[in-house]
């Protein structure tokens, strides 16, 4: 067998393993790029593909040649999958088949080979979706100035407009600023082009630089610009002009205009310090690709000959074999694609525990109303048991109780941050931190525990919520996730639950005063809860 068609069988050895290795998360990618949100994911390992195809003389020029480096590479990023598995995070594991991938490069190609194609290789990672609670943080963020700046843009034209929280008030219409509408569509594939534009833009390092860091204000002004240019639109034409096509057809022209806006950047840069420079902008504005080590300009031309091209590239084949540093990082693979399916279908056994159905209603003065979540809450959180409930003590106000009882927490099925579901419906995060609940005669044990105020125009919130994972009580989620990947390797065991308890800030109460009635109410109910989330 020759070494080429030996190659091509190992290359394709390693993308089955790998694709039954990463098969969960890679369908989750890919659920991920059929979104919104991450639509532009789905091309991006194309036009790596084609930059990687562009680099094929570079590659011939540096010269290619196995190294062991690959194979640490690979181990490190095959560990990372291991974490992401037992730790529930998804990023995790799209960040170590990245790894996997640029280990299998440096193994056959060795350090100079991969560093040809290094541009290529990092763009992959602008596919991968964020992590969900820096996905709410930052989209959080962006409704808020967005928001702001519709608001702006409306009474600069003339528009009266005010703004509570999310919600811009035009009068008689009101009109809500949603996830969907945060510009995070905008900022997200509009950063992945302006990485590739500094790439393809031939010019200082710090022009190109700025051009990356620019497209964040751009979309964040754009998108504020759309939403004024809404708020205008339903002020003349009715609420109608904010939704369907009328909304989409918003989007994408602006967003069009967001990408001449960074080309009109990448012109005018290009002009700056050069006015005696007659060069066109399109010569600056290239697909040739660049590389850390400039080719000499000799050897440059030599290679621009289609002879002499075909000739480097023949050459390049031939040194091109699977070494035994390849063809180790392949074999790596195998065991490892065993192990996960049975890491995959191991049982964990959890202790016994009383289901939520059983939960009581009343407790020493309190009296409460079960509530039921609809299915489409259920379906996204896929919890295993749960409770909501409002409870009252007399004529007070009413304090809901949530909690989520998760048997075994794996990729897809874990408690999920509050963080990412507290904003909605208009509300907002005000203020979030950590308080300890000190212990009494009828709670045992300290409680330290997250205490989040929430606002709705004049409406406000307390919230308090923590983790219960096995015999902690957690509240800081990353905390979660490290003990996740503890527990399930030394105590087989990943159970746990997330309780939240919630009240209004009634008319002539003050925040202390829910302070305390929500402290009374976890004093009450704690010690119940153990028998439904055990130790």
């Known amino acids: ?84 598995e037992f730790a529930t995070l998804y990023v995790l594991q799209h960040v170590s088949l990245w790894m996997v991938i640029v280990g299998l490069v440096i193994a056959l190609m060795g350090f100079r080979g991969a560093r040809a194609i290094a541009f290529p290789l990092s763009y992959l990672l602008t596919s991968i ?17 967005s928001s702001a700046l519709g608001v702006g843009y409306l009474q600069l034209v003339g528009v009266t407009a005010f703004r509570e929280g999310n919600v811009i008030d035009l009068g008689l219409i009101q009109l809500q600023v949603v996830e969907a509408c945060s510009g995070i569509r905008y900022l997200l594939p509009l950063t992945s082009l302006a990485l590739l534009c500094a790439y393809l833009f031939k010019d200082r390092m710090w022009r190109r630089v700025l051009l ?12 504020g610009f759309r939403i ?20 989409l057809f918003e989007g994408w022209v602006l967003f069009m205009a967001s990408l001449g806006l960074l080309i009109l950047e990448m012109w005018v840069l290009a002009r700056i310090g050069t006015m005696g420079d007659r060069s066109s902008f399109l010569s600056r504005f290239t697909w040739t690709d660049r590389s850390p080590d400039p ?32 063809l180790c990082s392949v074999a790596l693979l195998v065991p490892v694609a065993f192990a996960s399916t049975i890491m995959v279908e191991r049982e964990e056994v959890p202790p016994p525990r ?21 299915k489409q809450y259920i379906d996204a959180l896929r919890f295993d048991d749960y409770v909501l409930a409002d409870y009252r003590f007399g004529d007070g106000q009413p304090v809901n109780l949530y909690a989520a009882y998760y048997r075994s927490q794996r990729m897809g099925q874990s408690a ?8 909605g419906g208009g509300w907002e995060i005000f203020s979030i931190h950590s308080v300890d609940l000190q212990a009494s005669s009828t709670m045992l044990r300290p409680l330290h525990v997250n205490r989040a105020l929430i ?5 406000k919130q307390i919230v308090l919520y923590w983790f219960k994972q096995r015999d902690r009580i957690l509240s800081n989620e990353y905390l979660v996730k490290v003990y996740l990947f503890w527990d399930a390797v030394s105590r087989g065991r990943t159970d746990g639950a997330l309780v939240r308890i919630a009240s209004l800030v009634g008319p002539g109460e003050t925040e202390d005063i829910v302070d305390q009635r929500l402290r009374r109410f976890v004093a009450t109910i704690d010690p119940e809860l153990i028998r439904y989330v055990p130790d």
């Not at 606002?455 to 409406?459: G, I, R, V, Y």
């Open 416 to 423: 999920h941050s509050p963080q990412s579901c507290l904003p």
């Open 1 to 84: 067998m020759s070494s080429k068609l030996f190659l091509g069988f190992s290359a394709l050895l390693a993308s089955l393993l790998l694709g039954y290795l990463y098969a969960d998360s890679l369908a989750f990618l890919f659920r991920q790029w059929g979104s919104e949100d991450y639509s532009h994911g789905m091309f991006v390992p194309l036009i790596s593909l084609f930059l990687i195809w562009q680099a094929r003389h570079r590659i011939a020029v540096a010269g290619m040649k196995n190294s062991w480096w690959g194979l640490a590479v690979i181990s490190a990023g095959l560990f990372f999958y291991w974490i992401g």
């Open 212 to 223: 990356v860091l620019s497209s964040i204000p751009i979309s964040v002004l754009v998108n």
């Open 295 to 326: 080719i000499p300009a000799a050897t440059l031309q030599l290679l621009r000959s289609p002879s002499t091209l075909a000739s480097a590239s023949l050459k390049a084949s031939h040194r091109l074999s699977p070494g035994p540093a390849y």
């Open 354 to 374: 009383a289901m939520f159905v059983d939960f009581p209603m009343k407790f020493d003065g309190w009296l409460g109303t079960s509530l039921t979540l609809e």
């Open 455 to 459: 606002q709705k125009d004049s409406q």
């Open 129 to 145: 979706p964020l992590p969900v609670f820096l996905y709410a943080s930052l989209s959080s963020q962006l409704q808020l100035w």
């Open 228 to 247: 004024g240019m809404i708020g205008v639109l339903v002020e003349w034409y009715g609420q109608g002009a904010a939704e369907g096509f009328y909304h």
